[in-house]
């Protein structure tokens, strides 16, 4: 009597192909909820006539700018470059665990050998460092600060009314060169106030910058906070970034780039071809980012070795 055939159980890559469409499919599954939930609340009379009340944008205190000017575009480009560059390099030295070089600074008695993606990672920061500086000083000098910066209580229910018409699929108009909506400001506000130093102080408190005889500092900071922070912080400038250029190419992308890129409002290539050069630039930095394009760099402030 012949034996049936055994059944050859499905490979590790089929059960994770198959978990990962099981989560697509429930995750679009909550978004269709979350979509027809917000579409049912702005059909109720109470939230249009809280619609009417706060339509989603606050007024500007008298004498803000109108436009974005060309350093905020340069600062932009020089942010994203940075950021992008930051990321990654961070994500390596999270993950690797055999580094391609080291690299030991000159200065110091007893200098200390770190791998050249932590380098370049310190090193970057350093630059996205000087890059805050001076746009939070050109912020305050041409008074863009008042376009990013909540000046009013009445920003909070405007958030939430933008919100409601973002998930409910009726998206507020946009006008970006004029005044941002409420969402936008306060997620700019979280990004440069808040998570932008909290990204610096807790990067400062893990690097090799920090004093080591500091004791009592050491111990009111120590470094497991920061570490328990540090990477939360990476999520949120990634989740931000994809939401921000999500909405920039779905909300109006040649007139959202010209915004950016062009310092211009209207409607036409320029802005996107700047940012496709930029966007070269960005490509060009993230494939150089490797030790035999950096070994010669890091060797001009530091002995690189194995």
Do not use: C
Not at 69 to 81: C, E, K, R, S
Not at 171 to 191: I, K, R
Not at 228 to 233: E, I, T
């Amino acid at each position: 009597m012949s034996q049936p055939p055994k059944q050859t159980p499905p490979s590790s890559g089929s059960r994770q192909l198959l978990r990962a469409g099981l989560a697509a499919a429930a995750l679009l599954l909550a978004l269709a909820a979350v979509v027809l939930l917000a579409r049912w609340l702005v059909a109720q009379e109470p939230v249009q006539d809280f619609l009417v009340r706060y339509p989603g944008e606050s007024e500007l205190p008298e004498g803000a700018p109108t436009g974005l000017p060309a350093w905020l575009g340069w600062q932009h480009f020089f942010n994203v470059f940075l950021m992008v560059l930051i990321i990654r390099s961070g994500w390596q030295v999270r993950t690797q665990r055999r580094p391609p070089a080291s690299w030991t600074p000159r200065w110091g008695r007893n200098p200390k050998k770190i791998s050249i993606t932590l380098w370049l990672h310190q090193s970057l920061d350093i630059l996205w460092l000087v890059n805050g500086v001076v746009f939070a000083v050109l912020l305050a000098a041409t008074g863009q600060w008042m376009r990013v910066v909540p000046t009013s209580w009445d920003v909070f229910p405007n958030a939430i009314s933008a919100a409601l018409q973002y998930v409910s699929l009726d998206w507020p108009t946009e006008n970006g060169w004029v005044n941002y909506n409420s969402l936008q400001v306060l997620a700019y506000f979280v990004t440069l106030f808040i998570a932008a130093p909290l990204a610096a102080v807790t990067g400062y408190r893990m690097s090799d910058f920090w004093p080591s005889k500091a004791k009592r500092l050491s111990t009111a900071y120590p470094i497991e906070l920061a570490r328990a922070l540090h990477f939360p912080v990476m999520l949120y400038f990634v989740a931000f970034i994809i939401v921000h250029v999500a909405l920039v190419f779905s909300t109006g992308a040649l007139r959202n780039l010209n915004h950016m890129y062009g310092g211009q409002d209207a409607v036409n290539w320029f802005g996107f071809w700047v940012f496709f050069v930029s966007l070269l630039v960005i490509v060009g930095g993230w494939f150089a980012a490797r030790p035999l394009v950096l070994a010669p760099i890091a060797s001009r402030f530091g002995k690189v070795g194995r």
